[in-house]
């Protein structure tokens, strides 16, 4: 059971718009920056925004993030054959004298 | 250019022990944060450790002081040694560059991950 919250899947046609949710809570998402990760498997995950809402160099900007209250959004606009991956929301999990990392359950992208 | 390549993935027996190997490129560990991440068959990403630039270090407290993490800045290489394995301990273990600020920190560079299996 994973501390962040994700949809296990969503879909699209190309083209078209997803949004993917990352639920969390005030010791989590509620203080801390997010960062989102596009992972296909069998290869190295990938950064794709970084302090909530920055893209790293060389993220399109069809890729884009956001916050409100406990809840971090991953928007992906223009879908792409290429786009299918599974997503992964991460943070800071704050309420230990030590914080740890966390990551939402992932998000399976498929493009339709 | 960054780069991070696994290594001393296998097949190992319950109870057994390994030590995975991260090897760096296009910058120093030494001066760095750097993470260890799995992902378990069937499942999602999870955090294992981390050590700090200073080299102090910070273990997921699920792992119950079976795992090590530490580093060899003259080979530029981290490490995780792990003890005691289980079957659940199977899967794909990634390192990662961890860029730390006050607010938060993300994984900016990883690599492309070494198999763990334990089995008997």
């Known amino acids: 059971q994973s501390v962040l919250t994700q949809p296990p899947s969503v879909s699209a046609a190309p083209g078209q718009k997803v949004i993917i949710a990352c639920s969390g809570s005030?010791?989590?998402?509620?203080?801390?920056?997010v960062s989102w990760y596009k992972h296909v498997p069998g290869t190295a995950p990938k950064l794709l925004i970084f302090d909530t809402d920055q893209r790293p160099s060389g993220i399109p900007d069809r890729f884009s993030g956001s916050k409100s209250g406990t809840t971090a959004t991953l928007h992906i606009t223009g879908l792409q054959t290429g786009d299918e991956a599974d997503y992964y929301c991460?943070?800071?999990?704050?309420?230990?004298?030590?914080?740890?990392?966390?990551f939402g359950g992932g998000t399976k992208l498929t493009v339709l | 250019e960054v780069l991070l390549v696994e290594s001393g993935g296998g097949l190992v027996q319950p109870g057994g022990s390994i030590k995975l190997s991260c090897a760096a490129s296009?910058?120093?560990?030494?001066?760095?944060?750097m993470a260890w991440v799995r992902q378990r068959p069937g499942g999602g990403l999870e955090w294992l450790a981390v050590?700090?630039?200073?080299?102090?270090?910070h273990h997921a407290q699920s792992l119950r002081g079976r795992f090590t993490v530490s580093r060899d800045p003259s080979k530029n290489t981290l490490f995780l040694q792990m003890r005691d394995l289980r079957d659940d301990d199977s899967g794909v273990y990634y390192c990662a560059r961890e860029i730390y600020h006050a607010a938060g920190s993300y994984f900016d560079y990883w690599g492309p991950g070494t198999l763990v299996s334990v089995a008997s």
């Open positions: 050590i700090y630039s200073g080299g102090a270090t």
């Open positions: 991460g943070t800071w999990e704050s309420s230990q004298s030590v914080g740890d990392w966390v």
């Open positions: 005030s010791s989590n998402i509620g203080i801390n920056f």
């Open positions: 296009g910058f120093p560990v030494g001066s760095n944060y």
